[in-house]
């Protein structure tokens, strides 16, 4: 299954009930992997968001996407650098309408990135 079929409807409808189902299914070492350090992460979430753009989401879709993962992460794993101790602390400490926000910010940084 690609990752694809885990936000996108056969209507082309954007869903995220599938994500934290597609986490929880990821394996222990590539999450390792993905979060080991803070470039790694941005890493993973460009690619993911180079994919998401190629399927035609937009840029509140991606950050609804984001938000999503924030959300996962901050309720089941544990911060492995200061940057991502940072972000949860921040994820934590935020309102849904601010964490929303922050998550568009992290879209952009990657996008930046590019």
């Not at 690609?2 to 597609?22: F, I, M, P, Q, R």
């Not at 803070?38 to 993911?48: A, D, H, P, Q, T």
């Not at 994919?51 to 938000?67: C, D, F, K, R, T």
Request: charge should be negative; hydrophobic fraction near 35%; glycine fraction near 4%.
């Amino acid at each position: 299954m690609t990752e694809k079929n885990h936000v996108l409807e056969k209507n082309g409808e954007v869903t995220t009930s599938h994500v934290d189902d597609a986490i929880q299914k990821m394996d222990a070492g590539r999450k390792d992997e993905i979060l080991q350090s803070f470039e790694s992460f941005k890493s993973y979430l460009r690619k993911r968001i180079e994919l998401a753009e190629h399927i035609g989401l937009n840029e509140e879709q991606m950050a609804v996407m984001a938000e999503k993962i924030g959300d996962y992460l901050a309720a089941h794993e544990e911060p492995r650098n200061s940057e991502e101790k940072s972000l949860q602390e921040l994820w934590k400490a935020g309102r849904q309408e601010e964490r929303h926000k922050l998550a568009h910010m992290l879209v952009r940084l990657v996008q930046s990135a590019n």
